[in-house]
């Protein structure tokens, strides 16, 4: 583990313990909209070990930040990226930011598609099959799909741009096509037939897969990483000890099982 990480963590500790838990407010959480099926269950988790309640606010992480940067008040932020916390912290109003989860990019098809990690690269390029991705900026599921173009370009001319043109950006942005409550965006998109394909994560926000869906992992040469970036909003000594409990609770065993089992890479 990098001598960096063990600081980050050394200091979260030595916060977390210097004072006492105190009635106070919820532990205000903003997180990436993948998180949601693992991070509720650790929010209750969470709660009902230590009598602290966690309040959760899920969405783009990009819009999120934006929220933070113009002044919402939360205490914990856990991104799908790094950069957005990383940003937080140089502006001075978030501490170092750490790696807490991994994830990587999957294609998630109607199985009618037959898309397989063979014939990747040339389904999404067939002119008749339609594809999807998060929106760029404002979704970090988004940028790695662009991330994932690239590649895409490299190891065949002309494909980056023509990937790009095709892709509908339907999910994340502030202007996203609106979808029924309850409805998870990219089965709803794809049982619609608006797409064939989607380009988003590897993880899910529930346990069980999905056996309506094929889903796909890229070949080396198109494999995407993407690393869940975790950091604590700064507030007034002593005011919100319970927000670096819960951060050192993201980054415990118990938590990296549970996140896990929702497909993501623990540390």
């Given at each position: 583990?990098?001598?960096?990480?063990?600081?980050?963590?050394?200091?979260?500790?030595?916060?977390?313990?210097?004072?006492?838990?105190?009635?106070?407010?919820?532990?205000?959480?903003?997180?990436?909209?993948?998180?949601?099926?693992?991070?509720?269950?650790?929010?209750?988790?969470?709660?009902?070990?230590?009598?602290?309640?966690?309040?959760?606010?899920?969405?783009?992480?990009?819009?999120?930040?934006?929220?933070?940067?113009q002044g919402?008040?939360?205490?914990?932020?856990?991104?799908?990226?790094?950069?957005?916390?990383?940003?937080?912290?140089r502006e001075?109003?978030?501490?170092?930011?750490?790696?807490f989860a991994?994830?990587?990019?999957?294609?998630?098809?109607?199985?009618?598609?037959?898309?397989?990690?063979?014939?990747?690269?040339?389904?999404?390029?067939?002119?008749?099959?339609?594809?999807?991705?998060?929106?760029?900026?404002?979704?970090?599921?988004?940028?790695?799909?662009?991330?994932?173009?690239?590649?895409?370009?490299?190891?065949?001319?002309?494909?980056?741009?023509?990937?790009?043109?095709?892709?509908?950006?339907?999910?994340?942005?502030?202007?996203?096509?609106?979808?029924?409550?309850?409805?998870?965006?990219?089965?709803?998109?794809?049982?619609?037939?608006?797409?064939?394909?989607?380009?988003?994560?590897?993880?899910?926000?529930?346990?069980?897969?999905?056996?309506?869906?094929?889903?796909?992992?890229?070949?080396?040469?198109?494999?995407?990483?993407?690393?869940?970036?975790?950091?604590?909003?700064?507030?007034?000594?002593?005011?919100?000890?319970?927000?670096?409990?819960?951060?050192?609770?993201?980054?415990?065993?118990?938590?990296?099982?549970?996140?896990?089992?929702?497909?993501?890479?623990?540390?």
């Amino acid at each position: 583990m990098p001598p960096f990480f063990n600081r980050i963590v050394l200091a979260l500790a030595m916060l977390s313990a210097a004072t006492p838990a105190l009635a106070q407010d919820p532990i205000k959480v903003f997180a990436a909209g993948s998180l949601t099926g693992p991070l509720t269950v650790l929010a209750k988790q969470f709660s009902a070990s230590t009598g602290e309640s966690v309040e959760t606010v899920f969405g783009p992480s990009g819009l999120l930040l934006e929220r933070l940067e113009q002044g919402e008040r939360a205490d914990v932020f856990a991104s799908a990226n790094m950069a957005h916390p990383q940003q937080l912290a140089r502006e001075g109003k978030a501490i170092p930011a750490l790696v807490f989860a991994r994830n990587s990019v999957c294609v998630v098809a109607r199985p009618e598609l037959g898309l397989s990690t063979q014939n990747l690269l040339n389904k999404l390029l067939d002119p008749s099959v339609k594809f999807g991705t998060s929106t760029p900026q404002a979704d970090p599921g988004g940028d790695y799909a662009w991330q994932f173009f690239a590649k895409a370009g490299a190891i065949r001319p002309g494909a980056k741009e023509l990937l790009e043109a095709k892709a509908q950006q339907l999910v994340g942005g502030r202007h996203s096509p609106a979808i029924p409550a309850g409805r998870d965006a990219v089965k709803y998109f794809l049982e619609q037939k608006q797409v064939d394909a989607f380009i988003g994560y590897c993880s899910s926000r529930q346990t069980v897969a999905d056996t309506t869906l094929t889903k796909v992992v890229p070949p080396a040469e198109l494999a995407i990483a993407a690393d869940f970036g975790l950091t604590v909003l700064n507030k007034p000594a002593g005011s919100h000890d319970a927000a670096y409990r819960f951060a050192l609770f993201l980054l415990s065993p118990e938590a990296q099982k549970t996140l896990a089992a929702y497909g993501f890479s623990p540390l």
